[in-house]
């Protein structure tokens, strides 16, 4: 069966159908399919333009064989045979794969776009901000500030610079806390103590 969804039962009335010499008692019989497909798929319903589908899957069923007056354009088996498109790979290089070419996108238009000192000025700190929390959701358990501004030269081709990182980024921990990461973390700070403790204390003796 070409859609077993349909069943057997569906599959054995369109092939009658398909013996049907009349043209009018066919089209009766494909429009009596159509109901009983409808339903049989009652999900269906909810998709737009439904009974154009369940038509397009009587003719399927048929192998395009049944001649009947259809309410829509009946498809044509080699459309429904072309392989798609091959979606080509994007090519473009992320120097950083955990910022992402987003981050760098931005940087990129950025450099070109934005000339106000002030407005750029807030730009790289925004943006600093920004490479940090990727930073960080990528390896939450460190992240120094002086890498994330040296990245951010890279990224911009020297153009946004951080002066002083240390006071210009948000601090990990508060970082963390927006990204509700800091629970996790204490919690993998909890586990590795228990195991040490464990492993730390001294194992009993058992009298024979």
């Known amino acids: 069966m070409l859609l077993p969804e349909y069943g057997r039962n569906v599959q054995n009335m369109i092939t009658h159908a398909m013996e049907i010499a009349d043209r009018e008692e066919r089209n009766r019989a494909a429009q009596a399919i159509i109901e009983v497909m409808g339903q049989l798929n009652p999900h269906?319903?909810?998709?737009?333009?439904?009974r154009h589908k369940l038509w397009a899957h009587l003719f399927i069923m048929s192998d395009f064989q049944l001649e009947v007056d259809s309410p829509y354009e009946i498809p044509k088996k080699e459309s429904l045979e072309e392989k798609p498109e091959i979606m080509p790979y994007p090519k473009s290089k992320i120097r950083f794969g955990h910022y992402g070419q987003y981050s760098q996108?931005?940087?990129e238009a950025a450099i070109e776009e934005v000339t106000d000192e002030k407005e750029r000025a807030y730009l790289t700190k925004a943006m600093g901000n920004f490479m940090k929390k990727q930073f960080l959701r990528h390896n939450n358990t460190?992240?120094?500030?002086q890498v994330i501004a040296d990245q951010l030269g890279e990224l911009s081709k020297g153009q946004l610079k951080l002066e002083n990182p240390e006071e210009d980024l948000t601090s990990t921990n508060q970082l963390l806390k927006t990204l509700g990461l800091q629970q996790n973390q204490n919690q993998n700070q909890n586990n590795r103590r228990q195991n040490n403790r464990k492993k730390n204390q001294p194992k009993k003796k058992y009298k024979k």
Do not use: F, S
């Open 44 to 50: 269906l319903r909810d998709v737009d333009d439904y």
């Open 105 to 107: 996108k931005i940087l």
């Open 142 to 145: 460190a992240v120094e500030n």
